[in-house]
């Protein structure tokens, strides 16, 4: 089946640093998203992108959609102590080929005040 | 206006007990999904629902499990004879069509089997 490799697995930070985390698949998708975990809750979606090549931000994250369709990546500036979480890319075919998303295995941000 | 309610959010079954979650989706929602997490892992496609119809089963187990969305109530999970493996953090989500527009999880179900 479909994988995203995502890394880094963790990264424990200084506050106020920028971070940055990608997503790679071996497959092509129609659809990327980026989530957020906190302990004990289910992903809050954060960005969401549709187009090859598209840069979209929210606030103080970033994330393009890779021009080959099989990567993404997310960008934090300034980070903050509320950061911290665990984020995970999502891929999805979409249309005909299925609504089901695929997820990465997620990376961990630890920031320190 | 609430959002994916699941419950219960914690359960304790031993193993050979059946386990059952349920979900009910965003209101005017008609369409499911299940996901399973396991421990520092991301989350995996299990089953895709709309009302009283299964559309993708393709992640679920052979055996054991079964989900269902009646056209009254909320979506199911079933486990039938857990073990030890059952264990992990089960997710809902609802959307409003067939895409991931309104593709809002719920805060998880954590199934412990002992």
């Known amino acids: 089946g479909q994988q995203l490799n995502q890394s880094p697995q963790s990264m424990f930070i200084q506050e106020g640093e920028d971070v940055s985390m990608n997503c790679t698949s071996s497959s092509i998708f129609n659809t990327w998203l980026w989530y957020k975990q906190d302990p004990g809750e289910g992903p809050v979606l954060l960005i969401a992108l549709y187009k090859a090549g598209e ?6 994250l970033t994330a ?13 500036s300034a ?3 509320s950061d911290v979480g665990i984020y995970f890319c999502a891929g999805q075919l979409g249309n005909n080929a299925g609504n089901m998303l695929t997820f990465g295995g997620g990376t961990r941000l630890m920031v320190k005040p | 206006n609430a959002g994916v309610m699941q419950n219960p959010r914690h359960l304790v079954r031993r193993r050979g007990q059946e386990a059952r979650l349920r979900c009910s989706p965003m209101k005017g929602h008609s369409h499911v999904y299940w996901y399973r997490q396991l421990p520092e892992e991301g989350l995996k496609f299990m089953v895709y629902l709309q009302k009283e119809n299964i559309i993708d089963e393709s992640g679920m187990p052979k055996e054991r499990f079964s989900a269902e969305f009646p056209k009254e109530g909320p979506s199911i999970l079933r486990i039938q004879q857990v073990v030890r493996g059952d264990s ?6 609802s959307s409003l069509g067939g895409g991931w527009y309104g593709y809002t999880f719920g805060s998880g179900t954590r199934l412990t089997v002992v």
């Not at chain 1, 840069?55 to 103080?60: A, Q, V």
């Open chain 1, 64 to 76: 393009q959609f890779g021009i080959t369709r099989k990567d993404s990546f997310l960008n934090i």
């Open chain 2, 88 to 93: 992990a953090a089960y997710f809902c989500a």
């Open chain 1, 55 to 60: 840069l979209t931000s929210n606030g103080r």
């Open chain 1, 79 to 81: 980070s903050i102590p």
